[in-house]
């Protein structure tokens, strides 16, 4: 069964600097790839997905991800942190027998001043 | 627009008392539904998902069951609920590849 790993449980990035968060696939195809954001007590909000096509996939708020095949990853970018950030992001995948998410143990993105 | 409701925000219940969190879709037709839970310091585990009126599915045995009675309404229930049922629910519905999902509800067995 697919399944997305994001290996980092707490990141912490200085304001104004640049934000790399990690998540990679377990899967034969192609997978459907997705980022979301969830702020405390909050719901979950899309930021992209990737489902075919470019690899470079451009989101809300600044962010885009990378799909790259050779390295079964997905990882979610932003350039220049901003302190409204922090969150907790979430990697997810969509399993192609149903059309279920998948979501991965989730980052918490820290933003020190 | 399509829009998901999800209520209550949060709720403190006793154990062994009964559970009913209501979530109604506007906007969309026939989506897939889905129940997830977030545990404190865990990830999101889907709980349900239902394709339609009456159909559901359930992921994992637990002391939780759910339904469908409207096309656009997703019930999660439990007659007795148990302390291990605290969490943070969300609701979320699909139509092709798009998920959209609830504020969620915190709920709290005391």
């Known amino acids: 069964a697919q399944s997305v790993t994001q290996p980092d449980i707490h990141i912490t990035v200085s304001e104004g600097a640049s934000l790399e968060l990690r998540c990679n696939y377990s899967y034969g195809a192609t997978p459907y790839l997705f980022w979301y954001v969830q702020s405390p007590g909050q719901g979950l909000q899309l930021l992209l997905k990737y489902f075919s096509g470019d690899t470079l996939v451009q989101g809300i708020k600044g962010f885009e991800a990378e799909f790259k095949r050779s390295q079964s990853s997905f990882n979610l970018r932003k350039p220049s942190v901003h302190w409204s950030d922090a969150a907790e992001y979430f990697c997810?995948?969509?399993?192609?027998?149903?059309?279920?998410?998948?979501f991965g143990t989730g980052t918490r993105l820290l933003v020190s001043p | 627009s399509q829009t998901i409701h999800q209520w209550p925000a949060t709720l403190v219940q006793p154990v062994g008392s009964p559970l009913s969190l209501e979530c109604t879709v506007e906007g969309t037709s026939n989506p897939n539904l889905y129940w997830y839970r977030q545990a404190a310091g865990r990830g999101l585990q889907l709980l349900f998902y239902?394709?339609?009126?009456?159909?559901i599915s359930s992921e994992v045995p637990q002391n939780l069951s759910a339904s469908r009675p409207q096309d656009r309404q997703f019930i999660l229930s439990s007659k007795k609920l148990l302390l291990s049922d605290s969490g943070f629910y969300l609701c979320a519905w699909s139509v092709d590849y798009g998920y959209t999902f609830g504020s969620g509800t915190r709920l709290t067995v005391v």
């Open positions: 997810a995948t969509r399993n192609t027998g149903f059309q279920k998410l998948v």
């Open positions: 239902s394709v339609g009126i009456g159909q």
